[in-house]
C-alpha cells in the first residue's frame, strides 16, 4: 500500500523586538494548522525553523518587517535555504473588518503567500551593501548634526555683539572654524561676550569633529562602492553617496530586481496611468524608495549641468513641447535602464590606480611620458593613480598601452 507524501505547508511571522509570532498553513488546503511564539535569539529562530519543518516540508516563508525585527530571522532562514517572501502589513481596512493581533497578522503573512499577494524577495543582508548601509547611517546622522551645528554657529554670531561679529567675519571662510576653536576668554569682556567666545569656540570644536567623522565614514562607503559595484561608480554622474544609496536600495542580491521596469517601480520612476474618458494620460509614481529617487534626481541634474549629449536631449525635448520637469523624468527613466545593466550585469573590472601605476613603473615611463603619448595632461594620470578620476575610457586605455610592455618577453643577452 502507497503512502501519501506529506503535504507542504507555508509558514506566516509576525517579527517583533522580543518575540516572533509564527503560523503554519497547510499549502495544498489552506487549513491553519497551528499558531506559536519564539524569542529573538538565535536559539529562537533554530526552534522556530523546527517547529514549521515538524508540520511537513516547507514551500516558503512570509515574514513581515525583514528589514527591521525581522532581519536577524531572515537572514537566519536563508542561511538555512528556505524561500523567504517579504509581506507587507495587512491595509487597515481589513484590520477594521477582521481585527488585529499577533496571530492573525501571523496567519495573514502566511496567507498572502499563497494567495500570491506577497511576492517581493527580501533583499540579503550578508555582504558588503549590508556594510556600505551601516556606514552611509553614519554618514548621514553625521552631516546633519553637522549642518545642525553649522547654523547654530551662525546664529550665534548673528545675535553676537558688534565687536565679536565684525571679528568673526573678518576671518577668512577656509580657517574660521580652526580659528573659533582656538578662542579665549578675554580680559575686559562682559559677561555676555566671554560667554559668546566660550559658545562659539565649542560649536567650532564640535563642527571639526563632526567633519572628521564625516570623512572617515565617506572613506569607508568609498571602497566598499568601488569594490561591490565599481561599473556603477564610473557612470557619470554618480558620486560616492550617491552609489551607496542607490546600492543600499537594491541590497546585497540585485538578481531579485528581474527587469528594468521592476527597478523604474522600486526607485519611483515607474509612471501610472491617470486615464479618464477621453483623456488619456500619465501621472507621476510618488511610491518606491525615495531616497534612491532623489539620488537619480542628482544624477539627473550633474548630467544636466554638465554633460553635453544630455543637454542635447533637453533642448531637443523642450522644443518639442515638453516642460523641464517632463524632461527630467525621461532622463531619470534612461538612467534606469544604465542603472539595471550595470547593477544585474557587471562589466569587466576597470584597472585601479594602483594597478596603473604599477604597470607604468614596470614599462619605465614616468607621468609626463605616459600623459604626451595619451595627449592628457600629467595631472590627469597623478589623478587617475591616486584613485581621484573615475574615467574608464581612459584607463582602459591606459591599460592598453602599458599591459604589453609588461608582458613582452625580455630577449637573452
Known amino acids: 500500500m502507497m503512502t501519501a507524501e506529506p503535504a507542504g505547508v507555508t509558514g506566516g511571522v509576525d517579527t517583533h523586538a522580543d518575540i516572533h509570532v509564527a503560523a503554519v498553513v497547510c499549502s495544498t488546503s489552506h487549513r491553519l494548522l497551528e499558531v506559536s511564539e ?29 528589514g527591521s525585527y525581522g532581519a536577524g530571522l531572515a537572514r537566519f532562514l536563508t542561511e538555512q535555504g528556505v524561500e523567504l517572501v517579504e509581506v507587507t502589513r495587512p491595509d487597515r481596512q481589513a484590520r477594521r473588518a477582521q481585527g488585529k493581533s499577533d496571530p492573525v497578522d501571523a496567519e495573514a503573512a502566511a496567507r498572502a503567500v499563497l494567495s500570491g499577494r506577497a511576492t ?30 553649522r547654523n547654530r554657529l551662525h546664529a550665534v554670531v548673528t545675535s553676537a555683539p558688534a565687536e565679536i561679529r565684525q571679528e568673526v567675519v573678518q576671518i577668512p ?12 576668554p578675554r580680559a575686559g569682556d562682559d559677561v555676555v561676550a566671554s560667554a559668546c567666545r566660550q559658545v562659539l569656540r565649542e560649536l567650532a570644536r564640535h563642527i ?23 561599473a556603477l561608480r564610473d557612470l557619470y ?45 500619465h501621472r507621476l509614481n510618488r511610491g518606491g524608495n525615495r531616497t534612491a ?29 515638453l516642460s523641464d520637469r517632463e524632461v527630467m523624468r525621461c ?19 576597470v584597472p585601479t590606480g594602483a594597478e596603473l601605476r604599477a604597470l607604468r613603473h614596470e614599462a619605465g615611463m614616468t607621468q609626463r611620458q605616459l600623459a604626451d603619448q595619451l595627449d592628457v595632461a600629467p595631472v590627469t594620470i597623478s589623478r587617475i593613480e591616486h584613485g581621484q578620476l573615475r574615467t574608464p575610457e581612459l584607463r582602459h586605455r591606459i591599460h592598453d598601452l602599458l599591459a604589453p610592455a609588461s608582458t613582452t618577453p625580455q630577449l637573452a643577452a
Do not use: C
Not at 40 to 59: F, N
Not at 125 to 136: F, K, P, Q, Y
Not at 304 to 318: E, G, H, K, L
Open 173 to 184: 571662510e577656509s580657517s574660521r572654524l580652526v580659528t573659533l576653536s582656538r578662542w579665549r
Open 208 to 230: 571639526l569633529t563632526l567633519k572628521q567623522q564625516a570623512d572617515a565614514a565617506r572613506a569607508h562607503l568609498d571602497a566598499l562602492t568601488a569594490e561591490a559595484a565599481p
Open 38 to 66: 519564539f524569542e529573538t535569539t538565535l536559539a529562537g529562530y533554530a526552534a522556530l525553523w523546527a517547529w514549521i519543518v515538524g508540520h511537513g516540508p516547507v514551500d516558503a516563508v512570509g515574514i513581515e518587517g525583514t
Open 237 to 281: 554622474g554618480v558620486g560616492v553617496t550617491t552609489a551607496a544609496q542607490l546600492l543600499v536600495a537594491v541590497g546585497d542580491n540585485p538578481e531579485r530586481i528581474r527587469s528594468e521596469a521592476a527597478l523604474a517601480k522600486l526607485f519611483g520612476v515607474a509612471p501610472l496611468q491617470a486615464s479618464s474618458g477621453k483623456t488619456q494620460r
Open 293 to 321: 529617487n532623489h539620488a537619480l534626481w542628482r544624477i539627473a541634474m550633474v548630467r544636466r549641468n554638465s554633460d553635453p549629449r544630455t543637454q542635447d536631449y533637453f533642448a531637443r525635448r523642450r522644443a518639442e513641447g
Open 331 to 349: 532622463v531619470k527613466r534612461f538612467i534606469i535602464r544604465e542603472l539595471y545593466r550595470v547593477m544585474t550585469r557587471p562589466a569587466p573590472a
Open 120 to 149: 517581493a524577495r527580501p533583499k540579503r543582508r550578508d555582504g558588503l551593501i549590508e556594510a556600505t548601509r551601516l556606514h552611509l547611517l553614519v554618514y548621514d546622522a553625521v552631516v546633519r548634526e553637522r549642518t545642525a551645528m
